[in-house]
């Protein structure tokens, strides 16, 4: 059976967007994975189908319903019965290359696409809803996180990625960034490719790439830096 993707969104046509695109709009075509499009307009009420309301308590922006969130949601569950359910907010757990791999092992994902100022918190209350956050800053809504949720995890599975190398030496899978990389011409604007990379000999090279990777975590992120360290 294929990866199962289900967006719930207030914008539709704003997919598959990115994933309609070169290797996922590829393997989407081929059936190697599944979207399906839940619209939450379709649960909202009254002659606008109004999803939204004024925050109780007062202040700005408008409020996702609870109900509507969650009739959307049990509709999405009824669907895809055992996918794990995502919602895309910046207050909610940092993404991980580990959490992608996870999505890209199991069955799928549900990814809820927030919109305003967030869901009434009664939405969460009753649901089980993992919030999940792309970093620290604010998007206007979810449907631009929910294609990289998306996105990072079917260039995980079989069959979507040219290369499946490329897939596993690469920034955050070992807990390091990424060696550099060189290709012709030999000769850039006065910079060359550094001499290893062309000696062919592939211990070597390994051994470059590896310290390379070592000092460019070191320097840009040293929070992954101490973590590697300590690894076993
Ligand atoms: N929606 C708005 N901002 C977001 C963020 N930083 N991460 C995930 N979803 C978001």
Redesign the pocket.
Known sequence: MSWQACVITLLPEAFPGMLGHALAGRALDEGVWSLDIVALRDFGTGKHQSVDDTPSGGGAGMVLRADIAAAAYDAAIAAHPGLPVMS???R?KP?TQKRVQELADGPGVIVFC?RFEGIDERFYDTREVEE???????????E??AQVVLDAALRLRPGVMGDARSGEDESFSAGLLEYPHYTRPAEFEGHSIPEILTSGDHAKVEAWRQEMSEQITRERRPDLWEIYKKKP
């Open positions: 895309m907010t910046p909610g993404l927030s999940v956050s792309l970093g620290d800053y604010v998007l206007s809504g979810g631009v996180a």
